[in-house]
C-alpha cells in the first residue's frame, strides 16, 4: 500500500462548479499535511496547510480527519486557472525526517 | 517568484559525464533539499540538509552526490548516471524552526530537466 493515495483522476468540471480531492495516508506518526499545485512543466507551490481543525483561503477549503487517515480539498466555483495537478504531501518523523508526496489528482476546469 | 532558484533549467549528458546541479535560495531558510520527479510518478525525496548538515540520504545510489557549503546554496554532482536517472530534479528549501522540519512548508526551485542518454 502507498503511504499517500490520491485518485489520480482526471477530473473534469465546468467553470463554477464545486470538485472535491480526498488523500489518504497510510502512517498514523504522520504530523503535518499540505496541499500543493504543480502546474504542467512547473515546480510544485504550496496552496495551503491543513490543520485539524479545518481551514479556508477563498473558494479552497482544506479538512483533515485523523481518525480516518485521510484530508480533502475542496475548491468552489472553480476557474479555469484552477486546472493543474494537486498534490497532498505529509510530513513525518519516522526514523528520521519523510516528506512523501502524492503521486497527484490532475484537475481541468473546462469553458 | 519563489525565491529559489536552480541551474542549468535543462541538462543533455552522457552516462560517461560529469556535471554538477546548482541550487540557490534567496529566502533565508535554513534546510534544504533535493527533489527527483520522473514521469507520472511521486516526487522522491533524496537529500535533506538541515543547517547545512546531511540530515537524511534516503537510499539514493552513489553517483548522486549532494554539497552544501552553505545555507543558500545546494549542488547535486552527478556522475556515471543511468537513462533511468532522467527526469526533473527539484531543489526546495525551508525554515526550520525548533529543528522540526515535518511542520515547515517547503518552497521549490523551478527545477532542472536532466536527459541521460
Known amino acids: 500500500r502507498k503511504e499517500v493515495e490520491q485518485d489520480p483522476g482526471p477530473f473534469n468540471v465546468p467553470e463554477g462548479a464545486t470538485v472535491a480531492f480526498n488523500c489518504t495516508y497510510s502512517?498514523?506518526?504522520?504530523?503535518?499535511f499540505f496541499w500543493y499545485r504543480q502546474d504542467c512543466r512547473k515546480e510544485p507551490k504550496l496552496l495551503m496547510s491543513?490543520?485539524?481543525s479545518g481551514n479556508e483561503d477563498g473558494r479552497f477549503t482544506a479538512q483533515l480527519n485523523r481518525a480516518s487517515q485521510y484530508i480533502s480539498l475542496l475548491i468552489r466555483d472553480s476557474k479555469l486557472s484552477d486546472s493543474a495537478t494537486y498534490l497532498c504531501v505529509v510530513n513525518m518523523m519516522s526514523g528520521g525526517f519523510k516528506t512523501i508526496f502524492g503521486a497527484g489528482t490532475r484537475l481541468f476546469v473546462k469553458a | 517568484e519563489t525565491g529559489v532558484t536552480q541551474t542549468p533549467r535543462h541538462l543533455v549528458m552522457g552516462m560517461t559525464n560529469k556535471k554538477s546541479l546548482k541550487c540557490e535560495q534567496h529566502l533565508g531558510h535554513n534546510a534544504m533539499y533535493w527533489y527527483k520527479q520522473s514521469a507520472k510518478k511521486p516526487l522522491e525525496l533524496m537529500f535533506v540538509y538541515n543547517f547545512k548538515e546531511q540530515t537524511e540520504n534516503n537510499s539514493v545510489p552513489s553517483r548522486f552526490s549532494p554539497e552544501c557549503p552553505n545555507s543558500s546554496h545546494l549542488f547535486l554532482h552527478l556522475h556515471t548516471l543511468q537513462p533511468e536517472d532522467s527526469a526533473l530534479y527539484l531543489c526546495a528549501s525551508s525554515q526550520l524552526r525548533d529543528g522540526s522540519p515535518q511542520q515547515e512548508t517547503q518552497y521549490f526551485g523551478p527545477g532542472t530537466r536532466l536527459l541521460v542518454l
Open positions: 502512517n498514523s506518526a504522520s504530523q503535518s
Open positions: 491543513v490543520y485539524s
